[in-house]
Nanobody, 132 residues
């Protein structure tokens, strides 16, 4: 069964940190760009960050630049999202998704909304709540 599984969400106080993980099973992430997205209640899903298949290219939404860091460990078939200096407005369900990136161009990472419609696989999401 081909799937992505997110983990690492939870409740954190403003200014705190969390690290989300996105692990793949049933397929290798080596040739996929990975995007992180989030969706808050009553809002549309939005792109947060994206990383190329090699890990050499990354991109971030303006709202998280300087606070979030995306990385990947292809040996572990896992992508991470380190979230620091969290704010209440970061509260949302966070999803990871995989888009084919065999040529390592990672075009989705530079597309509008991180190419939200160009992903083959999506995880089930993990809740992040930032509150005092």
């Amino acid at each position: 069964q081909l799937q992505l599984v997110e983990s690492g969400g939870g409740l954190v106080q403003p200014g705190g940190s969390l690290r989300l993980s996105c692990a793949a099973s049933g397929f290798t992430l080596d040739y996929y760009a990975i995007g992180w997205f989030r969706q808050a209640p009553g809002k549309e899903r939005e792109g947060v960050s994206c990383i190329s298949s090699s890990g050499g290219s990354t991109n971030y939404a303006d709202s998280v630049k300087g606070r979030f860091t995306i990385s990947r460990d292809n040996a572990k078939n896992t992508v991470y999202l380190q979230m620091n200096s969290l704010k209440p407005e970061d509260t949302a369900v966070y999803y990871c998704a995989a888009s084919p990136d065999e040529d390592n161009s990672a075009y989705v990472c530079y597309d509008v909304s991180f190419g939200i419609y160009e992903y083959d696989y999506w995880g089930q999401g993990t809740q992040v709540t930032v509150s005092s």
